[in-house]
């Protein structure tokens, strides 16, 4: 089992940056972001399978995040940039034995604690 911790997150306002972290405990195959907003489902951000670097991403982001890893960290990034109001969430990262990225939740079937990220107007 994969202890997953994020980091990162905080309040910005509209238009501003932030970058989350998520330290893995072991070396994995694919990770991926998620994030749940208040009153709704948990849905797939961002996703990167950890050997080739192939990256995936949800369509609603128009650009604006960028996922990446340091290999030798064992470190999950997600750059997230021009924010707005609706990427207000709880921000989860995930890890996995796939070989490529999925936006599958069930695919992933270690899940860090989650970091607030608040967008204000």
């Known amino acids: 089992q994969v202890q997953l911790t994020e980091s990162g997150g905080g309040l910005v306002q509209a238009g501003g940056s932030l970058r989350l972290s998520c330290a893995a405990s072991l070396r994995t195959f694919s990770m991926g972001w998620f994030r749940q907003a208040p009153g709704k489902e948990r849905e797939f951000v961002a996703a990167?399978?950890?050997?080739?670097?192939?990256?995936i991403y949800a369509d609603v982001l128009e650009g604006r995040f960028t996922i990446s890893r340091d290999k030798g960290k064992n470190t999950l990034y997600l750059q997230m940039n021009s924010l707005k109001p609706d990427d207000t969430a709880v921000y989860y990262c995930a890890a996995n034995g796939l070989s490529y990225p999925s936006r599958n939740s069930y695919h992933y079937n270690d899940w860090g604690q989650g970091t607030q990220v608040t967008v204000s107007s």
């Open positions: 990167i399978s950890w050997s080739a670097g192939s990256a």
